[in-house]
């Protein structure tokens, strides 16, 4: 029986289930829902897994849910495994949608076009919507066309609290600042 390792993490009163395999994470529920949620993106598995709460196993990957939560993490870099799921299309959309930039947002038809056919926005947006990994997929960075929000498994208000939460988040400069002189220091020589 393959074991998977389970965890949440709890952020503004918002319950968030996730599973860990071996080989990384595999499943992060929608906001509030029971992590039996993960049935109904591995419904082969029911009964053959057995669920094993451990925090030695878990931790890393709540730490970067908390630190992404706090506005601390832009990147996650924890391994995903998604070998016993969707179609081989689905999980081309899941890896392009996680090299979308943290803060940016793409439309359905540019992700359709990045997967290599830019008629294939309903397939696409079908993909999105089967994506197991919320939050670490970063699904929520797809909108309409038009800038609407579009659906997303965790409600439309999780989906514009995530954007909200990475719009807010501080650019990274480029251009490192040197600290000016003291007027103090100005006549100094050796400045």
């Given amino acids: ?12 009163h918002t319950k968030f289930f996730f599973t860990v395999t071996e080989a990384g994470i595999n499943f992060v529920s929608s906001p509030g829902k029971r992590l039996s949620e993960m049935f109904n993106f591995y419904p082969d598995i029911r009964y053959q897994v057995e669920f094993t709460y ?41 890896n392009t949608i996680a ?31 089967l994506n197991p990994v919320l939050i670490m997929i970063p699904c929520h960075r797809i909108i309409k066309a038009d800038g609407a929000l579009g659906q997303y498994r965790g409600g439309e208000e999780q989906k514009a609290t995530l954007l909200e939460l990475e719009s807010r988040a501080p650019k990274k400069s480029f251009i490192n600042k040197l600290p000016l002189p003291k007027l103090s220091q100005l006549g100094r020589p050796d400045l």
């Avoid at 029986?1 to 503004?12: A, L």
């Avoid at 931790?59 to 990147?75: I, L, N, T, V």
């Fill in 1 to 12: 029986m393959k074991k998977i390792y389970w965890d949440s993490v709890e952020i503004d």
């Fill in 54 to 94: 451990d925090e030695e196993k878990t931790a890393a990957y709540r730490e970067q849910f908390e630190d992404y939560f706090a506005g601390k993490e832009r990147h996650f870099d924890l391994p995903i495994d998604l070998t016993e799921a969707g179609t081989e299309f689905q999980q081309l959309v899941w």
């Fill in 99 to 129: 090299e979308i930039p943290y803060g940016e947002t793409i439309s359905y038809s540019d992700l359709a076009a990045k997967v290599g056919n830019r008629d294939a926005a309903r397939a696409v947006a079908h993909a999105v919507a």
